[in-house]
């Protein structure tokens, strides 16, 4: 393997792990905000900035843990990669910068 592969499979285990931290570190009824708007083909489904309560946690495959919140802009269900939160409230904690 050359280097630059070496390094690309270690960027792409790392983000995965730091997905998972933030997955098992999260629990259900935090308040989570994203880094960017979210979209689904041309329509968006949440908003950058925005808290969004965690309404469940799935974990269907290994490395693809999702949480689940509602977009207020559709009032529908959404899955959220942990990768896309930039920082999240815990009850009474301060905020966490991921």
């Not at 792409?12 to 979210?38: F, K, M, R, Y």
Request: glycine content about 6%; some cysteine.
């Amino acid at each position: 393997m050359r280097e630059s592969e070496s390094t690309s499979v270690d960027y792409t285990v790392d983000t995965l792990l730091e997905a998972q931290h933030l997955w098992a570190s999260i629990p259900v009824g935090s308040l989570v905000q994203l880094e960017a708007d979210l979209y689904e083909g041309d329509t968006q489904l949440l908003t950058r900035g925005r808290l969004y309560e965690v309404l469940a946690k799935t974990d269907a495959l290994p490395g693809q843990q999702m949480f689940v919140v509602e977009s207020e802009l559709t009032h529908q269900l959404v899955e959220l990669y942990p990768g896309l939160i930039c920082n999240y409230l815990d009850d009474q904690a301060p905020v966490h910068y991921a």
